[in-house]
């Protein structure tokens, strides 16, 4: 069973505009939400992540939006660049330190210049 | 920095054959994880260990089956490959409450 569902599969955003790759959860026992970025032919790398307790978490162009009682979260790359163009895959775990990740589907992002 | 090595970019095989990934990882950490990555399915655990000698099932393990004889070298085996098991295979390791660390990728094509 898909225990994170993630959208879009696949985003096309113009060089400066705002990237948005939503997923939602079912396991409320989640509390680690780590987000991963893909570039072709490397393994994904962790991006940014996020625990329950606060509603946002920035770093950089790249913020973590969370939404507890939706059991949503999502990702934000503000002024997008044509090097942000990669795989972005959202996970969850029961807490950081578990031995599964379940990770999204993936969202297939492409800034155009 | 954390390096995963895994030992072919690309893999070709017959159906019935049986395959080795190999995954080696120079951190010392305890958990090594094998996953798939399918187009739309994201990635998919299939075996991890926390230990040598220690494995445990993930969500799709059947077909496979994996070997930790030491701490470094995490080994997923197809015991006789079919077509339904042409995919990316990623190996990852991680240390007590750090981030997965992947390795680039094995391209497995079973014919």
């Known amino acids: 069973q898909q225990q994170v569902k993630q959208s879009p599969q696949s985003l096309i955003v113009q060089k400066g505009g705002i990237s948005i790759i939503n997923c939602a959860y079912e396991?409320?026992?989640?509390?680690?939400f780590p987000w991963y970025q893909q570039f072709p032919g490397k393994g994904p790398a962790l991006l940014i992540a996020?625990?329950?307790?606060?509603s946002e978490k920035k770093e950089g162009r790249f913020t973590i939006s969370f939404n507890k009682s939706a059991k949503q979260f999502s990702l934000h790359i503000m002024d997008s660049q044509p090097g942000d163009s990669a795989t972005y895959f959202c996970?969850?775990?029961?807490?950081?330190?578990?031995?599964?990740?379940?990770f999204g589907q993936g969202t297939r992002l492409t800034i155009n210049p | 920095d954390v390096k995963v090595t895994q030992s072919s970019r690309y893999l070709v095989k017959r159906t019935g054959e049986k395959v080795f990934l190999e995954c080696v990882q120079d951190?010392?950490?305890?958990?090594m994880f094998w996953y798939r990555q399918d187009p739309g399915l994201g990635l998919r655990l299939i075996y991890f260990?926390?230990?040598?000698?220690?494995?445990e099932k993930g969500d799709i393990p059947e077909g496979y089956s994996v070997s930790r004889e030491k701490k470094e070298r995490f080994s997923l085996i197809l015991e006789s490959a079919s077509t339904n098991q042409t995919s990316m295979y990623l190996c990852?390791?991680?240390?007590?409450?750090?981030?997965?660390?992947f390795g680039n990728g094995t391209r497995l094509t079973v014919t």
């Open positions: 990852a390791s991680r240390g007590a409450n750090s981030p997965l660390h």
């Open positions: 996020i625990r329950p307790d606060v």
């Open positions: 396991n409320t026992a989640f509390d680690y």
């Open positions: 996970a969850a775990s029961v807490h950081q330190g578990a031995q599964k990740l379940v």
């Open positions: 951190m010392d950490h305890e958990n």
């Open positions: 260990s926390y230990d040598v000698k220690m494995k």
